[in-house]
Structures are given as C-alpha cells and as structure tokens.
C-alpha cells in the first residue's frame, strides 16, 4: 500500500469469511494469500486485507483503493471505498461495529 492511497478500515462484531461475503455479494475477487484479495468493483482495483485474524475468519479488514472506475468519473475515492463498504458488509453475517 502506498501512504498516499485512500483507506478505509472496518471493525467487525463476529468473526466472517471476508471471501465468502465477497461471493454472497456478487463481488467478482481473486485471494492473493491468506490474508489479501484482490476485488474488482464497479471496474474499480481494490484491495481488501484482514487486519484481525485472516480472510477466512476476520474480525477487522482495510480496503484500500488501487485503481479508480475507469467509467464512473462522478465517485472520487472515498465514495468508491463507501460504497464497496456499504455493499460487501450489508452482505456479511456480521454487523460492522463503528469508531
């Protein structure tokens, strides 16, 4: 991750399998490794990376912005980012715990 790169970071209730909700949500994704994925969204380049456990059992995960949509020039970085949180979490059989 670049320092300059937009970041969101997600706490979690429960413990979720953060690519199973990626599936659940119709979210096309590619695991990197245990803990990293690689997710397209609205032709946007994410990175989601458990923060807290790994992707299969995650408590707390960042998703961090790697390429813009390159068709929906009126979202700037952090609605791209809200957006893709709002979406993957409502799918997840966790709540997303605010702070």
């Not at 059992?57 to 700037?76: K, N, Q, S, Y």
């Amino acid at each position: 991750m670049a320092d300059d790169d937009p970041v969101v970071h997600c706490e979690l209730a429960d413990s979720v399998d953060l690519r199973a909700g990626l599936e659940a949500a119709y979210i096309e994704h590619l695991e990197v490794d245990a803990d990293r994925t690689i997710v397209i969204y609205q032709s946007a380049i994410l990175m989601v990376v458990a923060t807290d456990g790994d992707a299969t059992a995650a408590h707390a995960f960042d998703v961090e912005l790697w390429e813009p949509p390159i068709h929906t020039h009126d979202l700037g970085p952090d609605e791209v980012l809200a957006e893709f949180v709002e979406d993957f979490t409502t799918a997840l059989p966790t709540t997303r715990q605010s702070g």
